[in-house]
Every structure is written in C-alpha cells, then in structure tokens.
Nanobody, 125 residues
Framework: QVQLVESGGGLAQPGGSLRLSCATS????????MGWFRQAPGKERAFVAA????????EYTDSVKGRFTISRDNTKNTMYLQMNSLKPEDTAVYSC??????????????????WGRGTQVTVSS
C-alpha cells in the first residue's frame, strides 16, 4: 500500500505560479499511475491532470492546458504539478491520487485507489 502526501500549496496572485509536490512512501512510485484532482468549496472533486507510471502518457482537463504541467521523478518517489498563469477559479484543495499501474494516464476518480489529504491553493489579489 502506498501513502501520499501533498505539499506546495499556498496563496498566489492571479498570473502567479505554484508548484505542488506529491511524495509517495510505502512502495515505489514507479508502481503507480498518478493524478491530481481538485475540489473547490461547494463543488465536487474534479480532474486536473494525470500521468502514467513512466511519464510517457499525460492528460489534462481543458481549463488547465497550456498553464499546468504534470511530471514525476520516480527516483525521488515524487509527482509534481507546475501551475502557471494562475486564475482565481483555480482556487481549491488539490489532492494527488494513485492506482496500480496500467501504463496510461486516467482522468476518472473511480480508477484511483489511494488518495492524499490535499493541499490548499488560493489564488487572490
């Protein structure tokens, strides 16, 4: 079983940047396809980005394409989400998720078995 811990959230101004990290422990990160999801107040959890275990397959929700980049470093057992050109509508709790690897990225919440507790991202002037 894998444990996931997010970090890097905080307050950013519109147009600013943040980088989120998701550290895994318990089993090697290379055993898992992984993803980022977010939940804004009063809304359901939504897909943001996903990456296969090797990094060879990625997916993004349309609203973050060209602004966010998902990546991973399996030697460090860590996944990242670089967020640029942040907008107030990006404000949410961001959580990382993992599933036993199938070698492709998935945008579906139900496909993931393990979740972190989340980190708050607030975009405001």
């Amino acid at each position: 079983q894998v444990q996931l811990v997010e970090s890097g959230g905080g307050l950013a101004q519109p147009g600013g940047s943040l980088r989120l990290s998701c550290a895994t422990s318990g089993r090697p990160a290379s055993s898992y396809d992984m993803g980022w999801f977010r939940q804004a107040p009063g809304k359901e959890r939504a897909f943001v980005a996903a990456i296969s275990w090797s990094g060879g397959s990625t997916e993004y929700t349309d609203s973050v394409k060209g602004r966010f980049t998902i990546s991973r470093d399996n030697t460090k057992n860590t996944m990242y989400l670089q967020m640029n050109s942040l907008k107030p509508e990006d404000t949410a709790v961001y959580s990382c998720a993992a599933r036993a690897r199938l070698a492709y990225a998935s945008r579906f919440t139900a496909n993931y078995d393990y979740w972190g507790r989340g980190t708050q991202v607030t975009v405001s002037s």
